[in-house]
């Protein structure tokens, strides 16, 4: 990316307040009027190990966490010896010259050291052991040349009016930090404009509960996963204003139970999860296709098998999610491709599931619902389509018939309390009525016709839930070298990769990104490979689970496959560099 | 009741044959828990009973209500969920003992130390019918099943001493061969404003030769003649610890209401979203988006 920006980077112990650092760092950024990307490198632990922030900012939007910084704040000396010698050209190295020592290291050429007493500095202010990141934050402030006020208004919000001593201890802080970089060498230079335009900072979990909530949903039920957590703790957040109960509960299996009841008695609800919790709900996500009962499930990925890399991203449970449940049942598969579409894939992902009767699954990852990014605003105007209800008129009661068969699949919901329209919803295979035929009436070959009618009737509404679902994107130029296959958060770095090799070396290259994984569009994908020159399939997990799925749906196999299982999230780079090499 | 009339017996009824073996303890609970609804005169449409897996687990056909007949062992978290979504419901849970007390015993243990405002009736015929006669739960010691042709090595569960422990705030013991009482303790469980067990003997003529009716006849008695207080908790756990126990004594069976507390809030009486009435009846969506965007900025 040859725009300008500034990428920093923050290390140090778990429990050091690297991440509360770079989140206040992310926040000044965005209230200077700069997009910005952050991306948490942690381990499954609360003290100790390593773990770091990058934030990255830039006048224009910005695709992906970057790669080497400008700027490093150490809060310990492995975060020096690990991280210092990344700096590029010119940057700067923040430091406490008490604690830690770059003798040594390798370091790029002009990268200024500027070690200070920052422990001893921050004492002045607060007893805090915290409070030396604050000073080392104002100094990185005056490197990237933003304003101090800026950082007291962002202050004043994380820790509101009520601690008001504490905002106070910390912009004193910031301004001794920012000093001691005006008095030593002063900014950077990056020349970055900063508009002053604030945009919305946001993580992917968070979009994705803003979504469910303004879609209407009233119910979630969630068991404490990493990455999916944060849903659940947004939501509880505002749960008692909304109306909206937010049950912690005893394991998935509860989870997704409770969630798929809640949806039978007629609220939005929704449960999320990561791939073990999501492993527990198969059988019940199943259940919600057999019973016709609405429920979002929200899967954010990390990086397996087994409990895997706990921290660490992947796009390896799309098997999961097509496969979840034994049996056939219609289910729809959204997967979001940024912030932005978090919250307006999460919103549109209720009507789906309500207007056909079925469960709904979005997938994230760690990479997209753990970063923060920048977003211009929602639109709010989400349209609450609740489908096809008995109370709605033009449904007898004495006829009344649950699962009646129809064209759709699709038959209209009565809800518990409704006088006369009283049914059994049965995970038994069962008729229009919902009566079972599982037991005295299996085999008998007028039943044996209804099972299949049955089976037909609730598979028709794949048919609906593509019509109503997306095809895939073809981004970047029209006519190209070579296209690029995604699907979810692998849409930034991607596109930045694409840009990066249409910049450097005059390539065109394209990519063909999916939101809308399940029902796939097969028609649309076959039309758009058949222009395309060569293509290759870029996804986070080993087997290609995504490009499977595609040569299974329309016989077409990518030329080349790009897979990442490391844990990391893709970078611009690598995929230029694999998109050089296949093209030699 | 709708429109002032008396809702009769029948009302309750579906059209639909049970599928029991004849002579099946599960009759009884049927028609007890009808007669239950009847005396409470509760509209069908505003009830929900939800089963689990199992042939008890299929009393849901068999009522006129609203039914949801789930998987093994997730009857309880499903009816938590629409109890919580529709508090105005009468929610029912009912299953057998492999589905409550076996492969769902998690959520029973939750679901009672949450003290929902649901009733569990679970139909105890101590064997796994529907699969043909394996050992349950709550099968005694040295029982001789199809998985256990040396008898069965492990302590039963009780379900009543682990209700005692778990929270739960009405805790009932019945009996198949006795079809009154049932129909009483089933009426004062839905009448009860918190978690209702109600563990029912109900005997498995087919697979279960050992726990018949015969059986418990001569070992049954009644907690309420013997002047149990049920508000005293300490005195519930000795009762409940006569059977099934550590010891392996099994001359005395209590059947009636083993303890009830009715000063303990329920669940959805401390649930802040569910002060302004049933989430069903809450408007959705947002009438102030962006202010919730403010800690965004």
């Known amino acids: 990316m040859s725009q300008k920006e500034l990428v920093f980077r923050i290390g140090g112990a778990a429990g050091d307040g690297s991440a ?20 948490t490198s942690y381990q499954s632990v609360i003290r100790g190990g390593h773990s770091w922030v990058q934030v990255r900012a830039a006048e224009e939007p910005v695709l992906s966490q970057g790669e080497r910084p400008q700027v490093l704040i150490c809060l310990n000396q492995p975060t020096a010896d690990i991280h210092a010698p990344q700096v590029r050209e010119n940057g700067a190295i923040i430091y406490d010259s008490d604690t830690i020592k770059l003798d040594g290291l390798r370091l790029a050429e002009g990268v200024r050291k500027i070690g200070f007493p920052l422990g001893r500095l921050a004492r002045e202010f607060s007893n805090n052991a915290l409070m030396k990141n604050t000073v080392a934050l104002g100094a990185a402030v005056r490197l990237f040349d933003m304003d101090l006020a800026v950082v007291e208004s962002a202050f004043a919000t994380v820790w509101g009016d009520k601690k008001r001593e504490i905002v106070d201890a910390n912009v004193k802080a910031a301004a001794a930090g920012y000093k001691y970089v005006e008095e030593n060498g002063g900014s950077l230079n990056l020349g970055l404009r900063h508009s002053g335009k604030a945009r919305l900072l946001i993580t992917g979990n968070q979009a994705i509960a803003l979504g469910a909530l303004a879609a209407g949903c009233k119910f979630l039920a969630q068991y404490p996963m990493t990455p999916a957590s944060s849903i659940m703790h947004w939501m509880a957040d505002h749960a008692p204003k909304h109306g909206v109960v937010v049950k912690q509960v005893e394991d998935e299996l509860a989870a997704i139970n409770m969630a798929i009841g809640a949806g039978f008695a007629g609220v939005r609800s929704m449960t999320a999860t990561s791939g073990g919790g999501f492993s527990l709900m198969v059988e019940g996500i199943g259940q919600g296709g057999m019973v016709e009962a609405p429920v979002v499930a929200v899967l954010a990925q990390r990086a397996g098998p087994s409990t895997g890399l706990p921290t660490k991203t992947e796009q390896g449970d799309l098997n999961l999610a097509l496969g979840a449940g034994q049996g056939d049942w219609p289910r729809a598969i959204l997967a979001p491709r940024n912030t932005d579409e978090c919250f307006r894939l999460t919103a549109e992902a209720f009507n789906l599931a309500e207007v056909y009767q079925t469960p709904v699954i979005v997938m994230s990852d760690l990479y997209l619902s753990e970063g923060y990014r920048t977003v211009e605003g929602f639109d709010f105007n989400v349209p609450i389509i609740r489908g096809l209800l008995a109370a709605d008129g033009g449904t007898a009661k004495d006829k009344y018939l649950r699962y009646k068969i129809t064209e759709s699949g699709v038959s209209p919901r009565a809800l518990p309390g409704q006088p006369g329209f009283q049914f059994d919803a049965g995970t038994d295979e069962h008729d229009e009525k919902g009566e079972l035929i599982s037991d005295v009436l299996a085999g008998i070959p007028e039943w044996v016709e209804i099972r299949k009618q049955m089976m037909d009737k609730r598979m028709r509404k794949l048919d609906g839930l593509r019509r109503d679902t997306k095809g895939p994107e073809l981004w970047g130029p029209e006519k190209a070298d070579i296209t690029l296959i995604s699907w979810g958060s692998t849409q930034g770095p991607l596109r930045e990769a694409i840009l990066d090799l249409q910049e450097a070396d005059g390539l065109p290259v394209n990519s063909l990104e999916y939101a809308y994984l399940f029902p796939f569009h097969a028609d649309e994908t076959t039309a758009a490979l058949k222009r395309a020159k060569r293509t290759m399939s870029v996804e986070g997990n080993f087997t290609g689970q995504f490009s499977r799925l595609l040569t299974a749906e329309t016989g077409i196999r990518p030329d080349h496959f790009f897979g990442k299982y490391d844990g990391e999230p893709f970078y611009p780079s690598e995929i230029a560099a694999k998109v050089r090499e296949v093209l030699g | 009741m709708s429109d002032g009339k008396t809702i009769e017996l029948q009302e309750y009824k579906s059209e639909i044959k049970p599928t029991w073996c004849p002579g099946c303890g599960d009759f009884a609970v049927l028609s007890g828990l009808q007669k239950a609804l009847q005396v409470l005169q509760i509209e069908p449409w505003n009830i929900v009973i939800v089963s689990g897996i199992g042939c008890s687990s299929n009393i849901p056909h068999f009522l006129s209500s609203y039914g949801f007949h789930s998987i093994h062992g997730r009857a309880v978290p499903v009816a938590s969920g629409i109890k919580l979504a529709n508090s105005d419901l009468t929610v029912i849970a009912a299953g057998g003992d492999g589905d409550g007390y076996g492969i769902g015993v998690g959520h029973f243990i939750h679901a009672m130390r949450r003290n929902l405002d649901i009733t569990y009736i679970v139909m105890d015929n101590q064997i796994y019918g529907l699969t043909t006669g394996q050992a349950s739960p709550t099968s005694e010691k040295g029982m001789v099943t199809k998985s256990t042709p040396e008898g069965v090595i ?60 015969d059986w418990f006849r001569q070992r049954v008695y009644s907690l309420e003649k013997e002047g149990h207080n049920p508000s005293d908790y300490l005195a519930a756990v000795a009762r409940a610890d006569e059977w099934p126990n550590l010891d392996q004594k099994r001359d005395r069976i209590g059947l009636g209401v083993f303890y009830e507390r009715n000063d303990i809030p329920t669940y959805e009486d401390l649930e802040p979203a569910l002060k302004k009435g049933p989430l069903v009846r809450q408007p959705l969506g947002l009438a102030n988006p962006e202010e919730l965007l403010e800690e965004f900025r």
Do not use: M, Q, W
């Open chain 1, 20 to 39: 509360s650092t770079a989140e206040s760092l992310a926040k000044v950024c965005t209230r200077s009027g700069l997009y910005v990307f952050t991306y």
């Open chain 2, 154 to 213: 492990e302590n039963p569960v009780n379900p009543l001493t682990l209700a005692l422990a778990s929270g739960a705030t009405y805790i009932a013991r019945g009996f198949s061969g006795d079809a009154k009482g049932l129909g009483d303790l089933f009426a004062r469980g839905i009448k009860h404003k918190g978690f209702s067990l109600i563990d029912v003997l109900s005997p498995c003529v087919t697979y279960n030769k050992i726990n018949t009716y």
